[in-house]
């Protein structure tokens, strides 16, 4: 099946820093979503896009899906402490499957205040 | 938002007894639910697709036999760690989907199991 990798495995910022994670594919993708894991918690649903080079912004939260749609960016402006957590991305398999996820490997971040 | 809820949160258990998670949607009727591991600092890696009213359909590398599945109703989904050792010592966590226009999977607290 489809595979998507995410870079950075951790990123350590100071707050007021920008973060940004990026999630790869080597095939077109159909859709992405992103979510945020906070530690100890569960995954939350941040966006999902679908179209080529579809741009989203969510407060200081910026995402990007490629124009080929093999890649994907969660850029985040201005990190403050509660940014904290695990961001992944998604591939949602959809059809008879939907909702059933591949995830990238996660990006961890830190921000010290 | 949907709410799944699982429980329980955290459980510890001796090495060989079996143990059971429940995820339910609580204000939605979900006929597919998924269950996922997660080690440390890792990603989520799907573990199975729970039907309701049918066979589970597992994922390549995971047996059966020991993480058996129970979708018996529109609203519940089990897991059950059987004959568990350390090594399953894991976050287990399920997923569900709305459909009618939610795109996101809306996913359970999650549930911590140890085993000793």
């Known amino acids: 099946g489809q595979q998507v990798m995410q870079i950075p495995q951790y990123q350590h910022v100071q707050e007021g820093e920008d973060f940004t994670t990026y999630c790869n594919s080597s095939?077109?993708?159909?859709?992405i979503q992103w979510y945020k894991q906070r530690p100890g918690g569960h995954p939350v649903f941040l966006i999902q896009?679908?179209?080529?080079?579809e741009v989203k912004k969510q407060k200081r939260l910026t995402f990007q899906f490629g124009e080929a749609k093999k890649n994907s960016s969660l850029h985040i402006t201005a990190t403050q402490t509660t940014d904290v957590g695990t961001y992944f991305c998604?591939?949602?398999?959809?059809?008879?499957?939907?909702?059933?996820?591949?995830f990238g490997q996660g990006t961890i971040l830190t921000v010290h205040p | 938002g949907a709410v799944v809820s699982q429980h329980p949160s955290r459980v510890i258990c001796k090495s060989g007894t079996s143990v059971k998670i429940e995820c339910r949607s609580l204000?939605?009727?979900?006929?597919?639910m998924f269950w996922y591991r997660q080690f440390p600092k890792q990603s989520l890696m799907l573990m199975a697709t729970?039907?309701?009213?049918?066979?589970?359909?597992?994922e390549q590398g995971v047996e059966k036999d020991k993480f058996l599945i129970n979708h018996a109703s529109l609203t519940l989904s089990t897991l059950t760690v059987t004959s568990a050792h350390p090594e399953d010592s894991s976050f287990y966590i399920c997923?569900?989907?709305?459909?009618?226009?939610?795109?996101?999977?809306?996913f359970g607290q999650g549930t911590r199991l140890t085993v000793v």
């Open positions: 729970s039907n309701e009213g049918s066979k589970a359909t597992y």
């Open positions: 095939t077109t993708l159909s859709n």
């Open positions: 998604g591939l949602n398999a959809g059809g008879t499957s939907y909702g059933k996820l591949t």
């Open positions: 896009l679908v179209k080529s080079g």
């Open positions: 204000d939605f009727q979900a006929t597919t």
């Open positions: 997923s569900a989907t709305v459909g009618g226009g939610y795109t996101e999977a809306f």
